[in-house]
């Protein structure tokens, strides 16, 4: 008896040592953690499973007995169930909306919605079907021979623009490298500076004011759908005196022949925000007395939201639907209805990254949406021209040889020429 025990003793002796050796070299290093002597949940990295809810019985005709009166928890008894309770204020972090279909503004028709953070899957093909227009690739020319006059360009205008450059990529931070949505914003205030200066040659400048946030929002139909264009876009130059004309009467004719590009087996609505409770309305985001009514140019800035990044295409689509936005708004106060428009209303647009620039000119010249026929809305695009190539705070070196020198290189001018024909029309 003795011999055997003994003998247990030993065989369990070697086996903790094989044990010990064995979690020593990594293979059963699960042990410990099935083993969880003397730790707890936490330590051990053991979640505990959440237990499954009780299922509430409710017998017709019987009142479970509850703790609710006795204010403390009571073995046996039922756990009470209390309304939900409500405050007598008014708590806006605390507010919960309705439901949908509870909301007074509800409409079982569905409205779909372009806003600032859109990003359509086809781009400028889909701006265009949705405003119905005629897209016409460049400027009109008569347009950007008014900024080659010499009385219309600012004095020692080259050197000035690359001020303007330097001091936005360079003198304007206290940090090695300025961010895009830095630098863009200060160039686009330092380029308005510059043709604000023309003032005192043309005296229709001063009827003009830069307006920030303001909410825009048109609705209109196309089809069977309804869509609209709201929230808040890019910085707005309004003027007292609308904009002249780009396209004369016969022109404006000639594009009731033109066929609307389709993007067939993609649906136009796609990418953009289908909502229910909506305000079928048409507001500039101007009250009728403001003294500058007319919408004159849309600057945009891309990179400016860190939280929606745009591809050069739905960049351009955003600049085609917010001018087409204000100008339909705009249509709606002056004529209402009216369809085919006798005098269009005409907006332009600049966007730009800090260093390319995109144009794009609209003119709304009927407000007929609904189908492809009749007179279509025109739209001039200039794309992707650059202000600059390169800003380089120290030179780029590749295998011992300069690549790209320091500071501001490869300025066009032609550029900023378009930026200024832009802000010059409808002054010269």
Known sequence: MFLEKTRNLKTMAVSLKYLVRVSAHGRAGGLRSRRHFGLSCCQAAKVVPRPKPRERVEIPGLQAVTYGERMHYVPGLAKPVYPPWKRDSVDPLQYRSPPAAEMPLYKETPCYVFNQRTKPLEGVSQALWLTKSQLIQGLPAPLLSSAEHPANQIPNQDQRVQDAIRHARFWDTTQERPGKSKYSYTLLHNLLNLCRSLQSTHSVIGRRILAEKYSLCASWKRGDNLFQVRGQNGLLQNCMDPLPEYAGKQEIASTADHVLQTFYPVSPTIDLQEINV???????????????????????????????????????????????????????????????????????????????????????????????????????????????????????????????????????????????????????
Not at 283 to 299: E, W
Not at 322 to 338: D, E, W
Not at 404 to 426: C, D, I, R, W
């Open 278 to 428: 909506y305000k079928e309305e048409n507001f500039t985001g101007f009250k009728s007395s403001y003294p500058y009514p007319h919408a004159h140019t849309l600057y945009f800035l891309d990179g400016a939201d860190p939280h929606c990044k745009l591809r050069p295409e739905q960049f351009r689509a955003k600049m085609i639907m917010f001018m087409f936005g204000n100008a339909l708004a705009r249509a709606h106060t002056l004529y209402g209805t009216q369809g085919v428009l006798d005098h269009p209303i005409t907006v332009q647009a600049v966007g730009t990254n800090g260093r390319v620039f995109n144009f794009a000119l609209f003119q709304l010249n009927t407000t007929d949406l609904s189908g492809d026929e009749g007179v279509k809305n025109q739209v001039w695009v200039d794309e992707d021209a650059d202000l600059y190539e390169f800003a380089k705070v120290r030179p780029f070196i590749k295998r011992k040889e300069v690549r790209v020198p320091a500071g501001l290189s490869g300025y066009n001018p032609e550029t900023f020429s378009k930026f200024l024909a832009l802000y010059l029309h409808g002054a010269v």
